[in-house]
């Protein structure tokens, strides 16, 4: 298995610009989570699906943040436009939701955004 | 929300001394899980406990979930230069989100 795998690994933009991060979780899992992570805040829960279906979305920062699963294998978050507090690791987790290690996340290696 | 407190946030250790990092809830949690990243990686998932007042071991930590099942620790025993890294308390709540806690950076002074 290769586990969650998260695009790209790094990214460095300029403020305005669209940002576009990609997760592809575990075959088999149905839930998925995005998180950021930044020093003065740790890891936050930006929002999570079930099922390809967002169940929670309070913790996205505001309108320019976007997230989509149009299917099982396949996530985006988007954030339009940046700004340079934007600036931190991404992180994509999914877990089974059923059976062993149901409730167990795995994490991709995550993105580094830079927003200058 | 409910949150899941931990302290401390850092911790600088000498190499071969003990090391414990504590999580607190206001509320009751259905159990608790720890994570463990290393400098520059992702979170992995090190353990769950679930029932009240469960103690268990993996090497040199011990995990142990308090009987009113709002608290939870992680004791590492002799400390090694490999423990470096962050600990995370979090929350499977209701099997559903996860929630972290801030984290306990631990560093070993070689």
Not at chain 1, 84 to 110: E, H, I, M, W
Not at chain 2, 39 to 49: A, K
Not at chain 2, 81 to 109: E, H, M, N, S
């Amino acid at each position: 298995d290769a586990g969650v795998i998260q695009s790209p690994r790094h990214e460095v933009t300029e403020m305005g610009q669209e940002v576009t991060l990609r997760c592809k979780p575990i075959s088999g899992h149905n839930s998925l989570f995005w998180y950021r992570q930044t020093m003065m805040r740790g890891l936050e829960l930006l929002i999570y699906f079930n099922n390809n279906v967002p169940i929670d979305d309070s913790g996205m920062p505001e309108d320019r943040f976007s997230a989509k699963m149009p299917n099982a294998s396949f996530s985006t978050l988007k954030i339009q436009p940046s700004e340079p507090r934007d600036s931190a690791v991404y992180f994509c987790a999914s877990k089974p939701g059923q059976g062993y290690g149901a409730n167990v996340l795995t994490f991709g290696a995550g993105s580094r955004l830079t927003v200058l | 929300g409910q949150q899941v407190m931990q302290i401390p946030q850092y911790q600088h250790v000498q190499e071969g001394e003990d090391f414990t990092t504590y999580c607190n809830s206001s509320t009751t949690l259905s159990n608790i899980q720890w994570y463990k990243q290393r400098p520059g990686g992702h979170p992995v998932f090190l353990i769950q406990l679930v029932k009240s007042g469960e103690v268990k071991k993996q090497k040199r930590l011990t995990f142990q979930f308090g009987e009113a099942k709002k608290n939870s620790s992680l004791h590492i025993t002799a400390t090694q230069t490999t423990d470096v890294g962050t600990y995370f308390c979090a929350d499977p709540r209701g099997y559903q989100k996860v929630t972290f806690g801030i984290g306990t950076k631990l560093q070993v002074i070689p």
